[in-house]
C-alpha cells in the first residue's frame, strides 16, 4: 500500500494522478506565508519504500495514466535518484504518460542543463514552479530566498529544455503597500519566461505562520477583496505573451479561465465588472480549510 504522511498537497490539475511522496515536508520551508509543510522535518523516502509502493500500485492501479510526485519539491533529490524512481514508474506502470511534480526556482537552478534533459527524456514532463511575485521587495519580504531574476532564469531554463512550466502567483501577498508593483512586476516575469501555465491564487493567512503575526501587528496591511480584483486586473493587464490563465483555486474569489492573450479584452472587461460588485472589506484573516 502507499503510505502517506498527511498533510498530502497536490495542485488542482493534479486531481486524477496518483500520488506517491517521495520526499517528506520542503526542503527550503522558510517562506513566511506558507504553511504546508510546518509540521514536517524534510526527509528522503528510502527507494526501497518508494519502489514497494509503486510495485503495490502496479497491481492495485495498472492503468493509471498519470503521476504526481510530493512533497514540496522533489526535484530537489539528486537526479540519479529520480532517475531511478522514474524508470521503475514507467517500468511498472505501462499506461503511465506524464509525471508531474512541484519544483522551486531554486531546484531548476542548481540542476546542470544535463541532468534536467535527462530527468526530462526519461518522462518528468510538467514542474509546478511557486513563483508567488515578480518584486524583488516582496520576494525579499517573505523570504522566499531568490530574486526576479533568479525566477526567470530558472523559468527559462525548464521551458528550454522540453518541461512543461506551470506557475503560480498569489495575489496580495504585496499587502496594500506593494500591491501595484506586486502585480506588474509578477507580469513581467510572464513575459520574460512564458511559462505555458500561469496560475493565480489569493492570499490566506496561515495561523501562527511569520506573515500571520506581522499581519496582527500591522507590519503587513491584508488588501481588501476589491483591492485584491484591481490587483488581478492589473496582473492580466501587464501580461503580454501567450499563457493559459487559471484563477480557480479555492482561496479565489471567483474562478476565472482564460487563454492569454486571446481572451485578454474579454477577461479585462469580466474583471472590471467583478471589482463593480466586490465588497471593499478585508480578506479573511486566517485560513483553516483545505488548500
Known sequence: MIRYQEPVFRPPSEARSLIFQITLGCSYNRCTFCGMYKMKRFSVK????VFEEIDWASQEYPFVRR??????DPLCLP??????????????????????TYAT?????????????????????????????GSDKVLSFVKKGVTQKDTVEALNKGREVGFVISTTFILGLGGKDLWEEHALESAKVVNLSCPHYTA???LMLIPKTVLHFQAKRGIFRIPTQKGIMKEMLRFVEGIEVETVFRSNHVSNLVPIKADLPKD???LM???VGYILMTPDE???????GPF
Open 46 to 49: 528510502p527507494l526501497d519504500e
Open 200 to 202: 493565480a491564487l489569493t
Open 67 to 72: 503521476v504526481f510526485l510530493a512533497d514540496g
Open 79 to 100: 537526479t540519479d535518484h529520480l532517475l531511478k524512481i522514474l524508470e521503475r514508474l514507467y517500468t511498472r506502470l505501462p499506461k503511465l504518460e506524464r509525471v508531474a
Open 282 to 288: 478585508p480578506l479573511p484573516s486566517t485560513w483553516t
Open 264 to 266: 485578454k479584452e474579454r
Open 105 to 133: 526556482p531554486q531546484n531548476l537552478l542548481e540542476k546542470s542543463e544535463t541532468e534536467l534533459i535527462k530527468l526530462r527524456e526519461a518522462g518528468l514532463t510538467i514542474l509546478y514552479v511557486g513563483v508567488e511575485s
Open 269 to 271: 472587461n469580466e474583471l
